[in-house]
């Protein structure tokens, strides 16, 4: 049971209203259904009792203060993009938007940094980045997450393999604290000893433990040229077989992304969306950076040549905007294709160590096929991040719920057999929070338990996701 | 069958500069790609060539450079590459490069189907196509969006229009250009790049014209003079709206910008 929470009573309404403004707070059904659930409803839909929309972190401080001091509980939201079911009101409380906070600062040259507000979307915080000559590479599907959800979330996306995720990209952050204090995590310094890294332990919290309200965001010299390789291959083995080799090169790739035609199929069938390479029916997409034209040609001709070795049919090449375009845009509606193929999906985001993708990928279908489901595994081959699609195909309700939950339990077990971990890049959240427990153990949820309680005693901010605390002791 | 497909070399980005007096993009030293339209254009070609056999040949009038983006549609699956360059040329306008392109068609030989991209993404005008055929004499459909039906004598192809469709035929010589929804252009192949490795583009001057009018070249063939050619101005500017009256102040700044009058 989580702590009782108090309801939100009028009174307490009134006095959001006074620290904020009438236009932007809403009670009960003037909540748009939209503020239920993130983009996967699946993992649970819940009504917020009063949806308010911050314009500064002063305001972020005062409702806080007030939540605090009345139990009621506070789930922060971005733009809802997340994968997890996270963002929702589980326990009811206040939906806390910091869409309206949405700030771009200039640009810092001389620090090679950015400060935005959390609202900003990442699309727009890359291209001002863009504007001013420098990258932000974290590069999630989703470009119109908010920045601020990125961060919490700890963002991944496929230029991981080269670039890292968005934790290596946080210089600093302002945050407010469950009690409504003002606080900031580091500051814009490259290297920090002082203390334990708690920046680090927010960005990934998943808006457990406080109010994420400016972020200091490190920015990198762009590439000069960016080129992307389609490797076809006939069968599966050999296609998955090259991802450490490729790795292995004097060239980090920026990307490696694992398709099969099975999935391509979908997308060109329900999006109309066709994949310019006709033969082959696993493909890996390898996308390259590199500062010249020779370093580029090297390194086209040693990866195109691996393929080939490795049993690839042959190796397209992506050397103009248009073309990048016309196999990435492919790849980007992957998600998109298969809500429209089935009406039931359930994805598993387990990352596994490098050099146990083979194994993963070949015993995610043998589960998938013990249970009637089917499995496809797309994703980003080049960190282990292997999506694991389970998509329902004419089953009954009752054994497409019971087929899932025993399909997506074997698949963790062998995640965790191979040394993997639970989630990638989407998080716990509500969607995976029966799993957790026991896929980290007792001693390292405690842990977890203490950490959350450290921050937030009173348990108002995002309660109910990630972990469950069942009480809490004055 | 003989194919033909009218390729052009254009910047590879839309960064590029503008040479102040006389008016031309400078290509020089400029990153450049394959005109995209012009993909349409050659997988159109290979899919004819895959049904029907033949040789599939890219034709292009621009300077050596060119022989980069032959070298690219060699890996395409594209048999044979011309280019047409020669200092007579130069300062071509529609006029004379449509007319020297099919002075260059004529020179190689027989054409069953000539088929050009709809337009380029540098000049954007969309007349070299049709003009080539008429230079040639030849009949022609512009803006093609679907080939309906193709043998070794004819072809049919259908063009949309907003309100309706077209299906036409022609007899063999001919030329179409095609828009950009025909289908998707394959990728360069890898292996095919390695087997095209020393194929090396034909090239022709003023000499190997059939018509040697100078008149009908380069500058003195172009009776189009551009007057004047610049970007346009970037001016992008963002505003914070803080405080009071935030309409008010929205209200002033369309005001001030002349966006709204009469007010």
């Avoid at chain 1, 949405?102 to 940094?113: A, R």
């Avoid at chain 1, 690839?312 to 992957?334: F, G, H, P, Y």
């Avoid at chain 1, 004419?394 to 025993?406: A, F, Y």
């Avoid at chain 2, 003989?2 to 590879?12: D, G, L, S």
Wanted: hydrophobic share 40%; proline share 4%.
């Amino acid at each position: 049971m989580p702590f009782p929470y108090n309801k939100v009573l009028d009174e307490d309404i009134k006095k959001i209203i006074s620290v904020t403004d009438e236009k932007r707070v809403f009670v009960g059904d003037e909540i748009r259904e939209e503020f239920y659930h993130d983009e996967m409803p699946e993992y649970g839909m819940y009504a917020p009792e009063v949806y308010v929309e911050a314009i500064s972190t002063k305001e972020v401080s005062e409702i806080m203060k007030l939540c605090y001091k009345r139990n009621i509980p506070v789930t922060v939201r971005g733009a809802g993009t997340g994968l997890a079911g996270g963002a929702t009101c589980k326990y009811g409380g206040i939906m806390l938007s910091i869409m309206q906070m949405n700030k771009i600062y200039e640009v810092d040259k001389e620090n090679m940094s950015i400060t935005v507000q959390p609202g900003a979307l990442l699309c727009d915080v890359a291209d001002v980045v863009s504007q001013a000559g420098l990258f932000y590479p974290p590069d999630p599907g989703e470009r119109t997450a908010s920045i601020g959800g990125t961060v919490i979330t700890n963002a991944g996306g496929m230029k991981a393999v080269r670039y890292g995720v968005t934790r290596d990209y946080v210089r600093c952050l302002e945050a407010v604290l469950p009690d409504g204090e003002i606080v900031r995590f580091s500051s814009n310094v490259v290297k920090n000893t002082t203390g334990f890294d708690i920046k680090d332990l927010v960005v990934g919290s998943e808006g457990t433990l406080c109010v994420v309200t400016e972020i200091t965001l490190k920015l990198i010299m762009p590439p000069k040229i960016s080129r992307t390789l389609v490797m076809a291959f006939d069968e599966i083995e050999p296609c998955i077989e090259t991802v450490p080799k490729l790795l292995q090169q004097a060239f980090i790739p920026t990307a490696i992304e694992f398709l099969e035609r099975e999935l391509l199929e979908i997308v060109e069938r329900c999006l109309n969306k066709p994949f310019p390479v006709v033969e082959g029916k696993s493909f890996l997409i390898v996308m390259y950076d590199a500062n010249n034209q020779e370093e580029m040609d090297f390194c086209i001709e040693r990866a195109c040549n691996l393929a080939i070795e490795m049993g690839a049919l042959d190796v397209k090449i992506c050397n103009t905007q248009e073309r990048i375009a016309s196999v990435w845009s492919v790849r980007a509606s992957i998600l998109e294709g298969m809500k429209a193929d089935s009406d039931a999906q359930e994805e598993c985001d387990v990352v596994v160590p490098r050099a146990k993708i083979a194994e993963f990928v070949k015993s995610a279908k043998k589960i998938g096929q013990k249970y009637s489901i089917r499995v496809i595994v797309c994703g980003h081959a080049g960190d282990g991040n292997i999506h694991t699609e389970l998509l329902r195909q004419n089953l009954s309700d009752e054994v497409w719920e019971k087929n899932t939950k025993e399909c997506l339990r074997e698949l963790y077990q062998k995640s965790k057999e191979l040394g993997g971990q639970l989630s990638g890049e989407h998080g716990i959240g509500n969607g995976r929070i029966e799993q957790f427990e026991e896929f980290i153990g007792q001693r390292i949820y405690k842990l977890h338990k203490d950490i959350k309680l450290a921050f937030d005693e009173k348990l108002i901010l995002n309660p109910g996701k990630v972990i469950e605390v069942e009480h809490y002791d004055k | 069958m003989n194919i033909v497909v009218c390729i052009k070399q254009v910047p590879a980005n839309d960064k590029v500069e503008i040479d102040k007096e006389s008016g031309t993009l400078k290509r020089m030293g400029a990153e450049s790609k394959i005109n995209p339209y012009d993909l349409f254009a050659i997988e159109t070609a290979l899919q004819i060539k895959e049904k029907l056999g033949g040789v599939v040949t890219a034709i292009t009038m621009g300077p050596s450079q060119c022989a980069e983006m032959m070298k690219d549609v060699f890996s395409m699956g594209v048999d044979k590459g011309v280019i047409i360059s020669d200092k007579k040329f130069a300062g071509a306008d529609v006029l004379a490069t449509s007319y020297t392109l099919s002075q260059g068609i004529s020179a190689i030989g027989k054409a069953d189907v000539i088929i050009c991209g709809k337009q380029t993404t540098d000049g954007d005008t969309a007349q070299v196509g049709p003009s080539i055929a008429e230079h040639l004499h030849i009949p022609h459909i512009a803006w093609v969006n679907e080939i309906v039906d193709i043998n070794e004598r004819e072809i049919v192809v259908r063009q949309n229009f907003e309100s309706f469709s077209q299906v036409s035929k022609m007899e063999y010589p001919a030329l179409i250009t095609v828009e950009k929804d025909i289908n998707v252009p394959r990728l360069p192949s890898y292996k095919l790049m390695k087997e095209s490795k020393g194929k090396e583009p034909i090239f022709l001057s003023f000499e190997d014209m059939p018509d040697k009018d100078l008149s009908r070249y380069g500058l003195v063939g172009s009776p189009t003079v551009v007057e004047k050619i610049f970007p346009p101005n970037p001016d992008i500017k963002q505003v914070y709206i803080e405080g009071e009256n935030k309409d008010k102040q929205i209200f002033d700044i369309l005001k001030e910008k002349k966006f709204v009058q009469g007010v």
